[in-house]
């Protein structure tokens, strides 16, 4: 379980985070990150097309354990907002291959803007 000062439980948020924030993508995850003075928070969206019920509480709580990892390792930033959008791939990929595209999306959504053209 993410801690609750990590949730993000604002729409506001959200909307802040996908529709103005920076973006990547892998198979299973779609990253939005908006950079922000407040500490971070993290917010996920699993939508129908990963599956019913069952399987979309699975993907959520397999993805607020790796993002809790990240959170741990200080692989993420210490402020911002970061939208975890999962595709319908997510419900059959392992751990290892969630972690990986959690890391990867992640990493690249939030690298500063001028590392991203070189």
Known sequence: MLPRELRMRDG??????????RRA???TVV???AGAEDPLRVGFVVSKAVGGS???????R???????ELTEAS?????????????PAAADATSVELTDDVR???????RPADAVSS
């Open 25 to 27: 993508g892998s198979r």
């Open 104 to 110: 990867r999306t992640s990493g690249r959504a939030t």
């Open 75 to 87: 692989a993420l930033p210490a402020t911002g907002l970061l939208v975890v959008r999962a595709l």
């Open 62 to 68: 397999r993805l607020r354990h790796v993002v809790r």
């Open 12 to 21: 506001g948020d959200f909307a802040v985070a996908v529709r103005k924030g």
């Open 31 to 33: 990253c939005h990150w």
């Open 54 to 60: 069952v399987v979309r509480n699975r993907v959520k």
